[in-house]
């Protein structure tokens, strides 16, 4: 994955588009809708773009988890950070109450898989970002994303977690 185009990088629609996102109804409404457009946007590019990607220039990875209490295998688009070979993904959930699923199936089960436009399905582990890392990697989303800032504000009885994802070289066998 290339380097990430920051806030000031992205065109005025792009620029436009990842401002609002961070009102409280349009936030709403992208967390009821996006992953449903998303996906088939997904298949119908062979994985190489997602609509949020097209109108924002955010960089949409789609992760497989598998799930913390059913154990079933579910694919969906997330803002994907590059940083020095790895990927983060920051479990900001538009804001709401609780962390996302997502993040809850990669505590349960670190391992994971990532696609990044259109390349090729990459295993790999999961940990949660902590303490200076964490801070920067936050900024870094925050260049690259404002809107985290508001879902941070309305987010106000958690912690936005952020995870890192790297690589593994090749699943184990029976690995979770």
């Not at 295998?73 to 070979?85: I, K, N, S």
């Amino acid at each position: 994955m290339s380097q990430a185009r920051t806030y000031r990088q992205a065109n005025l629609i792009q620029r436009g588009l990842r401002s609002v996102a961070g009102l409280a109804p349009v936030s709403w409404v992208f967390a009821r809708t996006l992953h449903h457009i998303d996906r088939p946007v997904f298949r119908i590019t062979r994985g190489r773009r997602t609509l949020t990607s097209m109108l924002t220039g955010l960089p949409v990875v789609m992760l497989t988890t598998t799930g913390a209490r059913t154990g079933f295998r579910r694919t969906l688009p997330l803002l994907g950070l590059p940083d020095d070979g790895r990927i983060v993904v920051i479990a900001s959930n538009y804001g709401q109450v609780d962390n996302p699923s997502w993040y809850y199936n990669l505590r349960a089960h670190p391992r994971a898989e990532i696609s990044v436009a259109g390349g090729a399905v990459r295993d790999v582990r999961a940990r949660e970002a902590e303490g200076a890392e964490r801070e920067r990697l936050w900024r870094l989303g925050l260049s690259i994303y404002p809107a985290w800032a508001g879902y941070a504000k309305r987010a106000t009885d958690r912690r936005i977690p952020v995870m890192v994802l790297e690589s593994v070289a090749s699943p184990e066998p029976g690995a979770d």
